[in-house]
C-alpha cells in the first residue's frame, strides 16, 4: 500500500502551500498592501465558495449527471466548459462580487487581483484536503503546489477585469460586460485547463497554459502598481 500523508500532515502542508503563495501575491501589492483579516476573510469565503461548488456538484450527482468520462471527447468537453469552468469560477466570483468586492480596501487596481487570490487560494485548499487522500505522497505534494497556483491564475482574470470595471469604467453597460466578460472569460481558461488534461493527458500544454497566465499575471500586476504609482 502506497504512503499517503495523514490528514493532520495534509493540512499541514496545503495551509503551508497557501501561506506561500498567499506571500507571493502579496508582494505585488507592495504600494498599499491589504489588511491581513480582510485576506483572512477572502480566504475563508473562498472555503466556503469551495463548499457550495460541492454541493452543485453533488445535486448533479443526485441526478444523474455523469463526470469526466475517459475516451469520450465530446462529453468531457461539455463537462469541463459547461459544468466544471462555470461551476468553480462561477462560485469563486459569487463570494467576491456579493462580499469581498464591496469592501472599502478595496480600491486599487491590484486589489482586484489580491483579493481574487485569495479566495482562489481558499479554494483550492479546501479542494485538495477533500480530495488528496486518494493520492499517494507524491502526488499529493505535486497537488498541494500546482492547484492552489492553478486556481490563483484562473480567478486572476476576473479579479483584473473587476478592478478595471470598478476603478476605470463609468457605471453602465460597458462597465457590466468587462465584470461579465472577464467571468466567463475565466472559467473557459478552467474550462479549457481541464479539458485538456481530463481528455489528452497533456499536461506539458497544462503546463505551457500556466505558464502564459502567469507571465501575463506578472506583467498586469506591474501595469497596476504603475497606475496607482
Not at 99 to 106: A, H, Q, T, Y
Not at 149 to 166: K, N, P, S, V
Not at 179 to 202: K, N, W
Amino acid at each position: 500500500m502506497p504512503f499517503t500523508l495523514n490528514p493532520w500532515q495534509l493540512l499541514g502542508v496545503t495551509l503551508a502551500s497557501a501561506l506561500f503563495w498567499m506571500q507571493y501575491v502579496d508582494l505585488k501589492d507592495r504600494r498599499k498592501p491589504e489588511p491581513r483579516g480582510r485576506l483572512l476573510m477572502a480566504f475563508v469565503l473562498g472555503i466556503v465558495a469551495c463548499g457550495l461548488a460541492v454541493l452543485v456538484y453533488m445535486a448533479l450527482d443526485e441526478l444523474g449527471v455523469p463526470s469526466v468520462k475517459m475516451g469520450e471527447l465530446r462529453w468531457n468537453a461539455f463537462f469541463c466548459f459547461v459544468i466544471v469552468g462555470p461551476v468553480e469560477e462561477g462560485m469563486k466570483a459569487l463570494v467576491a462580487y456579493l462580499i469581498v468586492f464591496r469592501w472599502r480596501e478595496f480600491d486599487e487596481p491590484i486589489d482586484g487581483f489580491v483579493y481574487a487570490a485569495a479566495i482562489a487560494l481558499g479554494f483550492a485548499s479546501m479542494e485538495n484536503f477533500y480530495n488528496l487522500p486518494d493520492l499517494d505522497w507524491l502526488g499529493q505534494l505535486a497537488r498541494t503546489v500546482a492547484l492552489p497556483l492553478t486556481h490563483m491564475l484562473f480567478a486572476a482574470i476576473w479579479g483584473f477585469g473587476a478592478a478595471h470595471a470598478r476603478l476605470a469604467v463609468p457605471p453602465g453597460r460597458r462597465r457590466l460586460g468587462w465584470q461579465i466578460g472577464t467571468v466567463a472569460l475565466g472559467m473557459a481558461a478552467h474550462g479549457l485547463y481541464d479539458y485538456v488534461i481530463f481528455a489528452f493527458q497533456a499536461t506539458i500544454i497544462t503546463s505551457g497554459m500556466a505558464l502564459v497566465l502567469w507571465a501575463f499575471v506578472i506583467w498586469r500586476a506591474h501595469q497596476c502598481v504603475k497606475q496607482a504609482g
